[in-house]
């Protein structure tokens, strides 16, 4: 049994750094999975643990858990209500501009469309000797991105839509980036982590600030790029 990376823990909350692939829970679309964070944590801490978020199995960071059910409502009423500050770091294809906003509006499964809003800015930059297509050289940008509302696969989404697709991304990404890091780097990994979060403590009302390095697979790809 892996032994997770517990990030925070008070006597109401708990943060791990979830490794990327590693599921939330149980579901019924990936019968493959194993090992999901709920049960690894219960079983690490020997409590029950309420997951109050999401992040996607490809996503690594933060993973916020609550410790009770009323905790737990809590904590989901301040995601539902934007009131939590995510940031995310991602390695997408392109040069982003060094800001940009992303008002761009989201389908839900049922066909709805919901207001969805990002803030990105650009860290670093980059262009390999790595000729793609009809380019000469690959270029690539290492963004942090604030999304300022919580849909489904909002950062993915937001960013295919810009032409600045996240590498490792399978369903909304480049085949030919997810090919080419695939069959020149082995990587398998979204290239997203979940890096910090900043919200109201909902027992105490302090302000709490969680943080999470990247991980290996994360760490490898800057040193490709040059951004050590």
Not at 154 to 174: E, M, N, S, V, Y
Request: charged share 25%.
């Amino acid at each position: 049994m892996p032994i997770l990376d517990i990030v925070f823990q008070d006597d109401h909350l708990v943060a791990i750094n979830k490794p990327h692939g590693l599921l939330v829970h149980r579901s019924s679309i990936a019968n493959d999975a194993k090992e999901f964070a709920l049960q690894l944590l219960r079983d690490q801490l020997n409590r029950h643990v309420y997951p109050v978020h999401r992040l996607d199995r490809k996503t690594g960071g933060i993973l916020l858990f609550a410790l009770s059910k009323e905790v737990e409502i809590l904590m989901q009423q301040q995601f539902q209500e934007n009131q939590v500050d995510k940031k995310y770091l991602a390695i997408v294809r392109g040069h982003t501009p060094d800001t940009e906003e992303i008002d761009y509006p989201l389908r839900k499964e049922n066909g709805t469309l919901q207001d969805a809003f990002t803030r990105y800015k650009t860290l670093a930059r980059a262009e390999l000797d790595v000729p793609l297509g009809n380019h000469p050289t690959s270029r690539y940008s290492l963004v942090e991105a604030n999304p300022q509302t919580g849909r489904m696969h909002q950062l993915r989404k937001h960013f295919a839509h810009i032409f600045h697709p996240i590498i490792g991304d399978r369903t909304h990404g480049c085949n030919k980036q997810n090919k080419l890091f695939k069959e020149r780097w082995e990587l398998d990994t979204m290239l997203l982590h979940a890096s910090e979060l900043t919200f109201t403590h909902p027992v105490s009302g302090a302000e709490v600030h969680i943080r999470a390095g990247l991980q290996t697979e994360f760490l490898r790809v800057l040193g490709v790029m040059g951004w050590e």
